[in-house]
């Protein structure tokens, strides 16, 4: 097989992999990083950094739904999309701009955090 060819499939075949336990896929996480544990009765608020990574770890026995939204400077919602992440899975995205997010870890939104972006 072409070199190239291998070094351009291999990182999804890294990502295609996934993860045991506690492991976090370091594609998934390079620096700066955050990893936060969530479940159903657990969606923790953080700081972040323009740029930075943040995964999720589904602690729990049941999967979440991890909805994301960003509150715009004059009062809009935008939706930035969901992910259902299965126990002891890991979803992980970048904040490219810096304000105020929402993150429902719950289907119906009782559960969720803010995520404040600099």
Known sequence: MNKSLILFF??????ACGSK???????????????????????PSIGAKVGMTIAWKNVDTVSLPIKIEFLGEN????????????????FSTQFQEAGVYHVYCTENADTYSTITVK
Not at 10 to 15: G, I, Q, S
Not at 75 to 90: F, H, N, R, W, Y
């Open 10 to 15: 291999l990182p999804f075949m890294v990502v």
């Open 21 to 43: 336990g506690d492991e976090v896929p370091a594609i998934l996480l390079t620096p700066p990083a955050i990893v936060v544990e969530a479940s159903r009765d657990n969606c």
């Open 75 to 90: 009062g809009k919602v935008t939706d930035m999309g969901l992910s259902v992440i299965d126990p002891e899975t890991v």
